[in-house]
């Protein structure tokens, strides 16, 4: 995984950028702009939150994100 930025990190899901910072607060990343960069922690929480709220995601889903 690469560090990149919440905007691009959002295109790359296919989802807005309001949502994808509104999730990452939800899993405790503090992120507020879509400047901010992520790293591979940030997405491995955010990965782990959905997983806990939305239940285990299967391996193809989570090779989509990376």
Known sequence: MSVNTVAEFASELKKSTDTVLEQ???AGVAKTDPSDTLSEADKHKL???LQTSHGT???SAR????
């Open 63 to 66: 090779k989509s994100l990376w």
């Open 24 to 26: 990452l607060r939800s």
């Open 57 to 59: 995601w299967s391996v």
């Open 47 to 49: 990965l782990s939150y």
